[in-house]
């Protein structure tokens, strides 16, 4: 089945730094790979996604890129803010039949220090 | 997105009883997951909760200790048998929707067993 790796497994940073969350997975059948952000006590929250037809997505201070090749997709934050505080888990669904299935990363706890 | 709601949102149990968990929906969905947290950990997908048939269970998850039930688009249950501490968790259903593979999430039950 699908494994996620994730790196790394804590960041902090100064506000207004960047921040760079990397994976990798091992299915080259997945297409799709989501990020979450779960706050303490929270639920986790869709923040970005990108499917394998693109290699690179933005929303305002957050990017994914996708290395197909290489199977490994990262998440960029820009202009880091304390409320950027979180764990963050990337994922990759499971290609073939097993539709829907999400393969989870181990999370990287990011601290934003103001 | 759609609104999801789980019930009871925490709960603290005696071991050897059982707990069933309500995952509601507001609107009909084609996927609906069944996940658990460990206290620190990633996302750890229990089951796939079919409607109108029976799960489909990952490896080391079975359906005498996690059954599951979904009868219709927009509501599923999943009981945790027989609990011991170890099956102290946070327990989260997600919805997909439409043809893609985007989940969101409900906001979990915390779950003790003392």
């Known amino acids: 089945g699908e494994n996620v790796e994730q790196h790394p497994s804590t960041l902090s940073v100064q506000e207004g730094d960047s921040a760079v969350i990397k994976c990798t997975y091992s299915d080259s059948a997945s297409n799709y790979f989501p990020w979450y952000k779960q706050e303490l006590g929270k639920r986790p929250q869709l923040i970005i996604d990108?499917?394998?037809?693109?290699g690179e997505k933005k929303d305002q201070r957050i990017a994914v890129t996708l290395n197909k090749t290489a199977k490994h997709f990262s998440l960029h934050i820009t202009e880091t803010q304390p409320e950027d505080s979180a764990v963050y888990f990337c994922?990759?669904?499971?290609?073939?039949?097993?539709?829907?299935?999400?393969?989870f990363g181990q999370g990287t706890i990011l601290t934003v220090h103001p | 997105s759609a609104v999801i709601s789980q019930k009871p949102s925490r709960d603290i149990c005696q071991r050897g009883t059982s707990l069933t968990i309500q995952c509601q929906v507001d609107s009909q969905v084609t996927m609906m997951f069944w996940y658990r947290q460990q206290p620190g950990q990633s996302l750890t997908l229990i089951a796939t909760a079919n409607q109108g048939s029976e799960a489909t269970y990952e490896s080391g998850f079975v359906i005498d200790k996690f059954p599951i039930s979904r009868p219709n688009l927009t509501f599923s249950t999943l009981t945790v048998s027989n609990m011991s501490p170890e099956d102290s968790s946070i327990y989260l259903c997600s919805v997909g929707t439409g043809s893609t593979d985007t989940q969101y999430f409900g906001p979990g039950t915390r779950l003790t067993v003392l």
């Open positions: 990108i499917r394998s037809n693109v």
């Open positions: 994922a990759a669904n499971a290609g073939g039949t097993s539709y829907g299935k999400l393969t």
